[in-house]
Structure formats: C-alpha cells, structure tokens
C-alpha cells in the first residue's frame, strides 16, 4: 500500500425530496445571499426550479441567477459569472444541474475571490487557493464533481478544454436525489455508467499492491453499477437502481476508489483526444469505445489483476488466469452493448478518422507519453485507436 | 436504501514517517499555539514523542502539554485540560494515542470554547455547538474515533461512562502511520480487530435492503480484517497488515458503512453493561464473547442476512440459508478464538456474575429496550448474558 492522503469533505444529503431542503441547508451555514448556476430549460420542465426557489424564498435566501451553463462550460460564461458575482457580492454558489454545472460553478467560486482571469487556473498560471462555498442538487449520474476535487472548462477562442483539481474545489455540501435523474434519456443513462464505471476502474488497474479494502470497494462500486444499469434500460425510474448509481458516481471519483494506489487516468486521456476532435462523441461513449481496446493491449502486461478484476467484478470462473482476463474483458464489451453503447469509432460515424491524427493529439505531438502499466507512446496509443476504428 | 446523511471531513495522511510532517500540517492551518494530549510514557519509549516534538518545534509551533490519559477517559483529567486550553488560550488540539487520547480532546475541545461544565454535554444538559479543532496521531487501531463523530468519558463519581456524538468531534485531520501500531500487544491489537469488526457488523446487520454498495464495502473491510488479523497474530511488524487494520479502523465507524442503512450499534449496548461493570473487562474481549451470543439469539428474524454474511465475508459455500447462516457464526467464533479472545464470560475470571444484574444495567432498570432486528428487552438480553455465562 502507497502513502495517501484522503480528503472528501463533502456533506451529502441523500435520498428522497433532499432537495426540497436546500433552503434550510444553506441558510444553516449563514448564508444570506447565493449566485444559482444552472442549464437549459429542463429543470423549469420538471418541476425542480420551482422547488428550489421556493425553498430558498421560504429560508429567506437573496438569489442571484445564472442559468444556461452548456455542456464542457464555457470560458466566457464563467467570466460573465464571476463578473457578477463579485458585483453582487454573493457568498456561495449553488449548482443544480449535472457535471457541467457544476463545474462552472467551481470555477466562478475560485474566480469571484480572486483578482485574475479564471483562465489563468487550469492554465496553470495561477493557483486556486481559496473559493467561495459550493452547494450542488445534483441531477445527472456521471462526473462525479459532486464529490471530487476536479473541474474542466472549455475556452472557444482556443479550442482547449482544460481540467483543475484542488482542495477547495471540494463542494460544501451536495444533495443527491436519485429521482432527479428518472428523466435522464436512456443514452445519457448509459454514458453515465460508463463513466463511473471508467473512474473505478482507471484507479483499479494500477500497479500497487496489495490494496484489498480499496480493491473490495471499487469491485463493489462496479458490481453494482452493472446490475444497476441492467435494470435501468428497462426500468428507468427504479429508485434503487437510480440511487445505486448515484452513489456510485459520488464514490468512484472522490478518491475513496484509489486510497493506496496510484491513479493515473490512461483511458480519459485517449477520450479527450477524441471527444476534443470530434463534438458529437459523448465522453462517455467515447469511453466505451476506448476501455476496452486499451484493455486488449495492456491485459498483458498485468494479468493476474485483470483476472482478479475478471473474476470479482464480472463472476469469471475459469481457473486459468489469461483466459479469465480475456473473458473478463469480453463480458465488459458485452455489457457496454447491453447499455447501447458504441464499441468502435465508427459507430459515431464521424467519416474518415486518422489514428495518427488522435494519437498526436493525445499526445500533444508526440511531446508525452501516456502513463498506465507501461508508459504509452505515440506509437502504441496510435495501435490503440487503430484497434478501434 | 433509506436517506442518509454522509459527512468525513478528517484530511487523512496515511503512511510511514507521516508523523513526522505534524508540525508543517499544523502550520499549514496557521495555528501557532497547540495543546498536546498525550497517555502515559509508552510515546516516550518509543520515541514517538521525540518525533512529533521536534517536529513542532521546527515549525514554530508552540506546545502546551497534557499528557497523562486514563483508558476511558475521565472528566477530572477534561475539566483540568478545559481549563489549561482557556488559560492558554491555544488553538487547537493535538491527540497522540488512541481512542481514550481522542475522545479526551474532543471533549477538551468542546469545553474550551464554552463557558459550561464539559459533563453536561454527554448528559445531554448542553450541546456541542462548537469545538477547537481535534488533529490525532494515530497509536492504536480500534476505536475509530480518529474519523468518527464520537467520543466517550467517565464520571468516576458516579461511575458513570457517557458518550456523545456531534459534527464538531469530526477530527480536522489524522495522522495515520501503521508503522506506530507494530509495538500494540498481541491481546491489544485481537480487542483493537474485533471492535473494528463490530462497528462494522452492527451497520450491517440491520434490516434495511438492498444496499449493495455499503454492504460491498463492509465485507471488504471484514474480509481485510479477519486475513491481515490472521496475518499479525504471527507477525505483528507486517507493514501492510498493520495498514489495512489502520485504514479499516477508520472506515468502519465514520458511517460510510452504514449509508443507506439504521445503525443499531446494539451489541455495543450490551458490552458496555458488561465492561462498565467490570473495569477489567476490555471492551473489544467483551464484544468477542457478546457478538456470537447475539448473533446465535438473533439470526433466525434474518437469516437470509446472516447467510450473506456467510458466504460474503467467510466464504462459506452451503447452499441452504440456515445452515450458512449457523457456519457463519461458528466461523466469526472460530476466528475470535484464533486471535485469542475469550469466549465466554467466565474466561474473564469475574467470579460469580448474574446475567440479571448485566441485563438491569443494560436496560437501565428495565427502563428501556435496546434496537436490533427485534427490541430486545431485558428478558431476551438475560438470556444472550446467559447463553456466554
């Protein structure tokens, strides 16, 4: 087991109309005055505006609205936020939305106590050293941000997307109403899962051993999440698949999942080479494509672990560890077809793709490598996507 | 899954030498002037109280004493520390040790900044409102107080142990170095392993369905704890068996194992008749001999729970519910006869003990009932006193 430090401060209010408490919540932390980021319209469709303005009029709380965060947030929406913010003097930030949401709303805290550009943050200028409070009503499955200490935003003028993580972008509290997310369509359902279930298994196949509290933890996370998701193409408002997952969202990226090991994130870096190139490929799709070449390759060189992952996540049987690895592998594939998922690039159809393209790409022109069991190059993350085309 | 509340604020450094960063960890928070509690001499032989010292020391930090803490600790010793850490004025409180050390400065913390007698918190007079903030250093793995929101005390005036549990006994921050645990006797680290198992089991042995993350989680810890105990009994300096205890003494009991469910805590209310009683009883031997006699009394209202734990955490393979169930319990005895605990009540050497008067003090004078499966009033709680005698 590797030295670690774990910090997920996060106070979660899980469970049924938690959100309806939201008033109570912040006005409990003596906040008089809040900035309220949020999406497009579909929370004014579902009802979940109104609760939420009405618990906070009813706690007596000053609302300053920002809503229309668009997915991968946006630079410019997040400089109009914290330019309002400061103007209004609010004193936390809530977000009621999914990962984008949130992480515009991370971005603007750290940018509302601070005196220069939030661009300069992910681009590593500046150091986020303190923030404003976030609150979050979380309405999809996915991202984890909930409970994480990342965010990610997406500057147009330069094309670049670019991630943070710090202390203080820990939410003050997040409020986790599995029913929220029955209106989730099928599709965004499934990109969900395989992005939770990326987050567990991209701290899972590390080279550290042995870690087995964290390894039962992450193999129960991904149990779950599997069977959740089963039922959920079927039934989408089954409250305790729904509640599954979303825990699973909140626990597969707050580090609980990688305590003793290492983390290195292998697969999300190929992703964004190809969700960066290509708008219409979903992150989570885009993972499902890519997990399980990248496991084709890389088995190999661990395969003991990936027939331990075989046999306890997926109930492998068979004695032998190779073909147990492989198997493992298949039964993922399977499942991302279960749950509708693409499983080659083509599937987008995006025309013509160049590996060589993504593998530049992914590897900033050939200027670094890729860490997992073995350091990726150029030339195998390009075999990688070659696999997958 | 039921609504829950899941809040572990603790940052945890976890590792070898991390003790030795104590002093920059407390000037990173900007304190300047601590109290540090401490037991009796065993951190100076061990040269632990060297380390953390020096490690002040080079960081500027001054340091106002309290060594001297009783097992279960008292409210003399408290009231003397409340006192010292107003007249001092410090600013936080540093526990190195174990539980007893913990609990004593959370206590301390609570009265520091409140003009009442510290008594009236675990009486129920007065609540924690707020509290300094609580750094430990780790010494024993078992009570989990380093990450949980509780704490104990005694009144030997009126031979009364009282507990409390509030947001402000969360620790700011643990040191956690499983290398500080190789010196805890062999007897000492079998109580530390069964009330980590304890903590554990009475979250999951409580009637609410399903929750297969939390469960997930619960029998990897269990699973961890029964191998690396079997592990130390041999080799008490096996570094990553030390670790897994240590990490699974601070899950088990800061409530990621009981999300979604009741946390009954009802074995506990019968051990602390026994060891309440019996001064020499030790609190973790206690819950080795009273956990199987509640568990043979109780496992027929869920046998398909005790049949999960069975096969889950002791891999047992009987088909039928029953009788998996039965070899369950007979295996968790099994292990706790492996690792040296008693089985029986008059393994202690009491002499003549009446499961009447344990039952009386664990009801209270039959006053109330204590919450398991069933309410288990004093009736039934004589007859599980009097199925270990």
Sequence with gaps: MQNFIYYAPTKVYFGKDTHKNVGEIIKGYGFGKIMMQYGKSSIKRSGLYDDVIKSLKDSGIEVVEMGGVEPNPKLEFIR????????????????????????????????????????????????????????????????????????????MEENMKRGYGCDSFRCLFSILNPELTYSVSKYQTACGIVDIMAHTMERYFTPVEPTPITDGI??????????????????????????????ASSLSHNNLTSCGRENFLAVHQLEHALSGEYDQVAHGAGLAVLYPAWARYIYRLNIPRFAQFARNVWGVERKDDESAAIEGIERMEKFFEFIEMPSRISDFGLGEVSAERLADLCTYGRKRTVRSFEELDYDIIKEIFESCL
């Design 80 to 155: 109009e936020a914290v330019r309002i913010a400061k103007e209004e003097s609010v004193e936390m930030i809530l977000a009621v939305g999914g990962g984008s949401v949130i992480d515009s709303s991370k971005f603007t805290a750290a940018g509302a106590v601070s005196n220069c550009d939030v661009w300069d943050f992910p681009t590593r200028k500046r150091e986020v050293k303190e923030a404003l409070p976030v609150g979050t009503i979380l309405t999809i499955s996915a991202a984890g941000s909930e409970m994480s200490a990342n965010a990610v935003m997406t500057n």
């Design 218 to 247: 992450a193999e129960s996370i991904l149990r779950t999440v599997i069977e959740s998701g089963r039922v959920l193409m079927d039934k989408p408002d089954d409250y305790d698949a729904r509640a599954n997952i979303m825990w």
